[in-house]
């Protein structure tokens, strides 16, 4: 009963790590077999803290975030040499260099991570298709939150879409080919939510442009399908 009704401490007294901090969303790229995990923020139990029992993550801190690439594989065995059932079981985990977010100081628009790379990742969206991972933001580091996407063959990441200030980039989802056109959706909430960014006379001047009861939907069209 311990692992349905505390699977967390459970899984710790197994021997699981707990130490990972603000994970979002998650996508699948089957023909690889990998697997791909927003880490919004990068600290607190992932860094180094000898306080821990059991001191799993040492990274070093990065309140940009990161997206993380998992190896999956078969025949594995657990820590008393057992055999996982599982042909999924996660054997490596590392953030590719073009998915790791970069501390700066504050710029004139009030940007505090890199504003072409991705800051604080969150909606996670994998096109087999297209052999790409879309990634839209939630972050109070960019006071414009972007829609990103990464081919995982080239390496290169582009910025497609841009929502107003103060909003996150949600909702993301991608059809592949409807009626042999591709669609990449996406939306944005809570318009107008400076949290960290900003100066306030840059406040002032984006606030009256800014409906903070609007939720916009909308999507990419004239792809031709993948």
């Known amino acids: 009963m311990a692992a349905f009704l505390e699977t967390r401490r459970y899984a710790a007294y197994l021997g699981a790590t707990t130490e990972f901090n603000k994970m979002e969303g998650v996508a699948f790229n089957p023909e690889d077999k990998k697997l791909y995990i927003a880490m919004s923020y990068i600290e607190k ?36 040499n057992e ?24 710029d004139k628009d009030g940007n505090t991570c890199v504003v072409d790379k991705i800051a604080n990742t969150d909606n996670l969206f994998y096109s087999s298709r297209a052999r790409t991972l879309f990634i839209g933001e939630d972050s109070g580091a960019h ?39 591709a669609y990449i959706m996406s939306n944005a909430q809570h318009l107008g939510d400076f949290t960290k960014t900003t100066s306030k006379e840059l406040q002032q001047k984006l606030t009256p442009l800014i409906d903070k009861f609007q939720a916009p939907v909308g999507y990419i069209y004239g792809i031709p399908g993948l």
């Not at 599982?86 to 700066?104: A, K, N, Q």
């Not at 990103?148 to 989802?173: C, F, H, M, V």
Request: one cysteine or more.
């Open 45 to 80: 139990g992932m860094a180094k803290d000898s306080t821990f029992a059991n001191d799993d993550i040492k990274v070093a801190k990065n309140r940009c975030g990161g997206t993380y690439e998992l190896a999956l594989s078969g025949n594995i065995k657990d820590s008393n």
């Open 83 to 106: 055999p996982i059932a599982s042909d999924f079981v996660p054997i490596s985990m590392h953030v590719p260099s073009m998915l790791l977010g970069e501390e700066m100081a504050m």
């Open 143 to 181: 006071v414009n939150n972007y829609l990103w996407a990464y081919n995982i063959d080239t390496k290169k990441l582009s910025r497609i879409l841009s929502i107003p200030a103060g909003a996150e980039s949600t909702g993301l989802q991608v059809v592949e080919n409807l009626n042999g056109y």
